[in-house]
């Protein structure tokens, strides 16, 4: 199966890994990967706090997690930014854009990350 995202150095300062577009991605293209290593839905409780940053509360209270927190796919790497190119309509990811080969997928996090621990490093007027 030929890859339609990888991962690699952030372009964005200090953030580390990023999830970029192997191919040409046009606006309006639902993002998902074949074979993903899913999610699953978890208590308050059941999130370590280490991780919760990395997991949007859902409207039914749960948040959503990766399957194993030790095989993340790379939608887990996406980077936050003011201005995204993907948007999320309920937990389905779509290209705000065209994007071309190699540009870096990002998300506007306080969109997603809603719970009041998360407020605690998701500032909105910090994230520029």
């Not at 150095?9 to 040409?24: K, M």
């Not at 046009?26 to 706090?49: K, Q």
């Not at 790379?74 to 705000?96: C, S």
Request: aromatic letters at 10%.
């Amino acid at each position: 199966m030929e890859a339609l995202f990888s991962l690699k150095p952030s372009a964005r300062d200090l953030t580390g890994v990023g999830c970029f577009a192997v191919g040409a991605i046009r606006a309006g293209t639902r993002l998902h990967i074949p074979g993903d290593t899913g999610t699953r839905r978890l208590s308050l409780e059941e999130v370590p706090d280490t991780h919760l940053k990395y997991c949007p509360l859902l409207e039914s209270g749960d948040f959503l997690a990766p399957a194993n927190f030790a095989l993340m796919s790379v939608f887990w790497y996406i980077n936050h930014d003011r201005d995204p190119n993907v948007i999320a309509d309920g937990w389905r990811l779509f290209a705000k854009q065209d994007m071309p080969p190699g540009e870096e997928l990002t998300l506007y996090y306080p969109d997603l990350l809603t719970h009041p621990k998360n407020k605690l490093w998701v500032i909105p007027e910090l994230h520029v």
